[in-house]
């Protein structure tokens, strides 16, 4: 993966994240492929050794990384497809119109969902208030660090 000051911000606001809530255990990653039968929730391929554990809703736009708001992607769905686009829109599109298909698929996700949903947040407004405004603050440092060297440097 190239070094970049985006992939470098991604990196510091999971890092920062997880001072707030911890990540899904092995555990629940077991369970959670053999509850879709070792395949992507999308696109219904099965998972390879590198699966990802998607954020439904990302923590950015108000998610959690609780395993009420994951299901098992493939990676081509997770990174390459994706990105932040809400999950029902994407599911509607990797269903290519077959409404079966998608009611099928958004039935399993809504049964997970409800499943494991917490009974309270387990990130309150407030921290995650604090948690964007130290994001933030580290984005515009590594910005200001990356344009000061880049006016060093050749590259």
Not at 49 to 60: G, K, M, P, T
Not at 100 to 105: I, M, N, S
Not at 121 to 126: L, N, Q, S, Y
Request: aromatic share 8%; proline share 5%.
């Amino acid at each position: 993966m190239p070094l970049h000051p985006a992939w470098v911000k991604n990196i510091s606001r999971r890092v920062l994240w997880a001072a707030l809530e911890r990540d899904i255990t092995k555990e629940q990653r077991r369970a959670m492929a053999e509850c879709f039968d070792r395949q992507c929730a999308y696109c219904g391929n099965p998972l390879t050794d590198r699966w990802h554990a998607d954020h439904l809703v990302s923590v950015d736009s108000g998610g959690f990384n609780h395993i009420s708001n994951r299901v098992p992607a493939c990676p081509r769905c997770n990174e390459h497809e994706k990105r932040d686009e809400q999950w029902l829109r994407f599911l509607e599109s990797k269903c290519g119109g077959d409404t079966a298909l998608l009611k099928a698929r958004r039935m399993r996700i809504e049964a997970w969902m409800r499943r494991h949903s917490p009974k309270t947040p387990p990130v309150t407004d407030a921290q995650r208030s604090a948690w964007r405004q130290e994001v933030d603050a580290l984005a515009t440092a590594i910005d200001t660090a990356w344009k000061r060297l880049k006016e060093l440097g050749a590259g």
